[in-house]
């Protein structure tokens, strides 16, 4: 499977926010995760900080891909659904994977982190 099929495969399983056990079978065991709230240097410990909080009521819409070699980009307008501490917000991201022997092995994602404390300010006031 291609690098860009692995990747679009990741995060339909994660928006879906359900059996994220599913995430597994594609992640190297030593795949690390890089964004600007969380990191994580392993399959295991990643998996399951999704199944302790799972991320419910958001959603993708895919701007664009690229694939070159072992590599693919996926930039996308993510959505959060209102939840207790927080009203609906939409933000652009972006997310670049790294692929060896079919298997993600590590993954960046880029976005603007104040769109989220923002909401989070405003839903505490």
């Not at 928006?15 to 964004?35: C, E, I, M, Q, V």
Request: charged share 20%; glycine share 6%.
């Amino acid at each position: 499977m291609s690098c860009l099929a692995l990747s679009l495969q990741f995060l339909e399983i994660l928006f879906s926010g359900t059996d994220l056990h599913r995430l597994r079978p594609l992640l190297a065991a030593d795949f690390k995760f890089s964004g600007p709230m969380y990191s994580f240097d392993s399959a295991d410990a990643y998996v399951s900080a999704l199944e302790a909080d799972p991320p419910l009521g958001f959603g993708y819409d895919i701007l664009g891909t690229f694939e070159k070699d072992n590599t693919a980009g996926v930039f996308y307008q993510f959505t959060k659904q209102g939840l207790a501490w927080t009203p609906p917000f939409t933000t652009p991201m972006a997310q670049y994977f790294d692929c060896k022997d079919e298997r993600i092995v590590s993954t960046l994602l880029i976005f603007d982190r104040k769109d989220f404390d923002e909401a989070k300010a405003a839903a505490l006031t």
